[in-house]
């Protein structure tokens, strides 16, 4: 098993392919199957233009590749389909997964991913299409795949440190900064939703896979909590952090730190934010709706308290 320990699968020169390297010498001479690879398939450059695999960590790929492409632009037409899977984030090996297979690796024997890397993208990555009515292609079967045991492209972002941490998921909607237009609008939305909080969030870090956020336990105001205790929502709303990378990222907008107005709904075991306005100066609406929220009746809350 080809075992790598690397968090970033865009840079040159990454420890990841090295081990994949090194593994290959141990493993001894490809013998026959090498010669009929040389005759059956080619190396060429991965090209700039191909945005999935380009400085991937490697430069030269084979084709047909894995998935049977025989062409270039067949490559790069099919693997541009999988970017906006990518932009969601959700799992931070899907890049070096689906790369294994549209650009693979130009040595002398065929390196598959690993059955066990395929199945953990595809737990995370099959839920989000599934919600843009895409089911995960057949030709993506896991159990097509090399088990452990054997040559193949392990997972990377399976190590000491994340092994006790949930795997980010991306959102299945397109989470943004709302516009705070007017305050009247914005006691809608909370009205509309289960809870709203102000909070603070802090980035942890700045990788370009996934990145990591905390929210400040002493910035936490309650507006709304609804079916939610005022205790348990500092810890809900950490686990929304933690596995809705796409839309945290989007919120933060590369920022380090901020303050925000969040609404959303419950969902069985978790929270998923609908709405969410920067707590900023400029934005009177929001302060205004903030304001005048204490002492507001929801029209289908009248005389209620929330």
């Known amino acids: 098993m080809v075992t790598a320990h690397r968090r970033h699968p865009s840079r040159s020169g990454s420890p990841w392919l090295l081990g994949l390297l090194v593994r290959l010498l141990l493993w001894g001479s490809p013998g026959a199957w090498a010669s009929y690879l040389r005759r059956s398939s080619s190396c060429t450059p991965i090209p700039h233009h191909m945005a999935l695999c380009y400085d991937i960590g490697y430069s030269e790929m084979r084709i047909p590749n894995l998935l049977e492409h025989e062409t270039m632009p067949e ?113 809608e939305n909370l009205c509309a939703n289960d809870f709203a909080v102000k909070i603070r969030i802090l980035r942890k870090n700045t990788t370009t896979t996934i990145s990591d956020f905390d929210l400040d336990p002493s910035k936490v105001e309650v507006l709304k909590h609804g079916p939610l205790l005022r205790t348990e929502i500092p810890a809900r709303l950490q686990q929304w952090l933690d596995i809705d990378a796409t839309c945290v990222h989007n919120i933060m907008r590369g920022t380090h730190a901020g303050v925000f107005v969040v609404s959303g ?35 289908e809350q009248a005389g209620r308290k929330v």
């Open 75 to 187: 490559v790069i037409q099919q693997s541009s389909s999988w970017l906006p899977l990518l932009a969601r984030e959700c799992h931070p090996d899907a890049r070096i997964f689906l790369c294994s297979l549209f650009a693979p690796i130009c040595l002398d024997r065929l390196i598959y991913p690993c059955r066990s890397l395929c199945e953990a993208v595809k737990r995370s990555c099959a839920p989000v299409m599934a919600c843009y009515g895409y089911p995960w292609p057949e030709i993506l079967n896991c159990s097509k795949f090399p088990a452990d045991h054997e040559l193949c492209i392990a997972a990377v972002s399976t190590d000491e440190n994340s092994s006790s941490r949930r795997m980010p998921r991306a959102s299945c909607k397109d989470c943004e900064l709302e516009e705070a237009s007017t305050a009247r609008e914005i006691l």
């Open 265 to 299: 709904e419950v969902q069985s075991d978790k929270v998923v934010v609908n709405k969410a306005y920067a707590w900023q100066k400029k934005n009177r609406n929001l302060h205004q709706a903030v304001r005048r929220w204490k002492h507001h009746r929801c029209p």
